[in-house]
């Protein structure tokens, strides 16, 4: 039961962000490039972290990727 709680958990916050953010998605607009800009780049941190295997890049991948979201939707 241990090995299933970071599978659920993260299943969970995968669900809560879709949830939050699908509406915005189908706008096409700065939100919609926020978005798409965001889980991009949390995609690339993520298959970068599989190699690399560094601590903080696993902590704060997300938080870097919220905010590069957003400072690329002020430029586009």
Request: glycine share 6%; proline share 1%.
């Amino acid at each position: 039961k241990k090995a299933a709680l970071p599978i659920i958990s993260a299943g969970a916050m995968c669900g809560a962000f879709a949830y939050l953010s699908l509406d915005r998605v189908f706008r096409m607009d700065k939100q919609t490039t926020a978005a798409l800009a965001g889980f991009a780049i949390m995609a690339a941190f993520t298959a970068f972290n599989k190699k690399a295997q560094k601590q903080w890049i696993k902590e704060w991948s997300f938080t870097i990727s919220m905010f590069a979201g957003m400072f690329i939707s002020v430029l586009f």
